[in-house]
């Protein structure tokens, strides 16, 4: 099994790194880096700079005309940079779409970014200045940024959405993913449930036993996004049907299906991972530090936030 697991996807608070230092290592005192800071401002003749009460410094790079909202979801492009100016890691226009947060959930990383974008709108480009115990902690990011260090985050914000216009979105491509299936052979097949999750059976047996709601069934399961790509797969591996252990969509799905039926489950990201976790940076191997000092979970390298899974599940056997 990879390094998904098919796992509900709870609250997931994400944490510092004061567990991950070694016991020797000092951690700076909050205001030689606060001076430290005060001294780049002075030294690149930044005077807009204003000082939250999180004690970050941010300062407006363009600002936008729209007004934040704290519970939208924020599509945006990243650079970070260390106190010389080095960039340590960007994702821009130039490599694709932008990454998405939802705000105020605490699913953010690092800390001090889950509360810096809650002031910030669509059109806003503003640069933060984070002192280690809002950034990194202990954690090197790279040779250019060491362990506790102060980090240089420019956000740029190119849209925001309602978790309302997200659900539309997904059914809207959940409904285009059934249009472009091929079902002439396969008549009755498709299952729209009210939750917005879809079931098309590809392997159909109205004679066999019905997955109950309680007990242990084991499944084949792949897992692939909308695109096409597989983020996983898995031979026998057992729900226990009505423990919650599990995603919704998953359980939800299987709750319509009967012993040997193969079946797309088609599932909206609210009924998946929903806001998941994203970092800062986002790229893999960071992530994959982030997992192994346990301060995001497994799921949180593997599915962005808000993204519609599909899931292709054969019911193996039930116990």
């Given amino acids: 099994m990879n390094k998904l697991c098919v796992l509900a996807a709870g609250v997931w608070l994400l944490t ?3 567990g991950c230092k070694d016991k ?12 430290a800071i005060q001294n780049y401002l002075a030294e690149n003749e930044i005077d807009s700079a204003t000082k939250s009460d999180q004690d970050f410094y941010y300062f407006p790079v363009v600002e936008g005309n729209s007004l934040p909202n704290s519970s939208n979801i924020i599509s945006f492009y990243y650079t970070v940079k260390n106190i010389d ?8 226009a130039g490599n694709g779409e932008p990454i998405k947060a939802q705000r105020n959930t605490k699913t953010i990383y690092p800390p001090g970014l ?13 640069v933060f200045i984070f002192p280690s115990h809002k950034a990194y902690g202990t954690l090197e990011v790279s040779g250019e940024l060491p362990a506790n260090s102060i980090a240089i985050i420019e956000i740029e914000v190119v849209a925001e959405e309602s978790i309302n ?7 809207q491509l959940i409904n285009n993913y059934i249009s472009d299936f091929e079902i002439s052979n396969n008549p009755d ?3 729209n449930l009210i939750s917005g999750l879809s079931i098309i059976k590809t392997k159909r047996d109205k004679q066999a036993v019905e997955v109950p709601s309680s007990g242990t069934i084991a499944i084949n399961w792949t897992g692939k996004f909308f695109s096409g790509d597989s983020f996983g797969s898995e031979s026998g591996f057992e729900v226990n049907m009505g423990a919650d252990e599990v995603i919704t969509g998953l359980e939800a799905g299987l709750n319509n299906m009967r012993l040997g039926e193969e079946a797309q489950l088609l599932i909206p990201s609210e009924m998946a991972y ?3 976790v994203q970092t800062v940076p986002h790229s893999a191997g960071f992530q994959d530090v982030l997992i192994e000092k346990q301060i995001i979970p497994d799921y949180g390298a593997v599915i962005p936030p808000y993204r519609p899974l599909i899931f292709e599940v054969t019911v193996v056997e039930y116990q």
């Fill in 24 to 35: 020797d290592e000092p951690l700076p005192l909050p205001e030689e880096q606060d001076l």
């Fill in 165 to 171: 216009q997200i659900r539309q979105k997904e059914l």
């Fill in 114 to 126: 889950d509360e810096a974008l809650q002031i910030l709108a669509t059109g806003d480009s503003y």
């Fill in 274 to 276: 929903g806001a998941s």
């Fill in 189 to 191: 097949t498709v299952i």
């Fill in 85 to 92: 100016g080095v960039v340590v890691a960007s994702h821009t």
């Fill in 16 to 18: 510092g790194l004061t």
